[in-house]
């Protein structure tokens, strides 16, 4: 059953997706950045993936372009799972959002925006929601100090 | 029916004591700490656990939580603590009245423990004075009792000024 709906989801995206792999169970679609709400678009309505899980990114310092921005959907009718990864530059990490398809896709980029600094063009809400006002750079990128720190209450002096 | 003559002194019974004001006002205070407990994270329930009936520190007079910093004088900050709540612990710390102590609850509130990140607060020392230190991941509750008995043994052995700047 599940073979048979990822192969709807092959047949459907035959055009758009750039490579399309199985991998642990998850059906996985590389496209490009432009395809992004076309693709989304007729996971949600023709191939019946109604849940948004998650947005996330991976980054790859060495690689350009540099980030991977990985998406998660999973059908509540046949309880299959797909991931879409699409890859965006260091200079301009930027994809269109998912809000106009899935409303909780408005936090879920608040969070991804914080911690990978990838923008999301169409999202008017990206103020931090995991971290704070006036912190600087983006945590879980490579190049962040690890334990590069921003407190927002000035330390006690050690006792002599 | 007989009355009973008016209660007198029997010979040799406990009537006075004396004793030195730090003391007795130590002895008062270590048993009447009222705990507010800032609890964040994981070590809440190694908290419960030693604050209900298999450990109860109600023994310690040390059991009943008031959810308000200005009804307390013992802040137990039970977990870890982000940068992001390092306010929120500044402000809870300074509405409390004097006296007050401060426990650091699990290796978390003592040093940041193994988040040493963008995320999380080396230790809530860097902001606040901490007078007792519970190592471990979470402590056992009987090194709780211990680290609460050993404050308890600190209050009846310090100065207690009834008036001074403060208040």
Redesign the interface.
Known sequence: MIDAAFERVRERLAGVAGGTDVSHGVLVLLIEPAQLLATVRALRDDCGFDLFLDVTAVDWPEREPRFDVVYHFYSTREFVRVRVKTRVPAADPTVDTLVPLYGSARYMERECHDMYGIAFRGNDDLRPILLYEGFEGHPLRKDYPKQKEQPLVPYREPKP | MTTQPARTAPSGAFEFLTTKKDEFVGWARKFSLFPYPFVTACCAMEFMSVSSTLYDTDRFGAALPRFTPRQSDLLMVVGTVT??Q??IL?KVYEQMCEPKWVIAFGVCATSGGFY????A??GI?????VDLYIPGCPPRPEMVIDGIMKLQDRIAGDRHPIVNEKF
């Open positions: 940068h992001k390092a306010p500044r040493q990140n963008y995320a607060l080396p020392d860097k902001i606040i004075p």
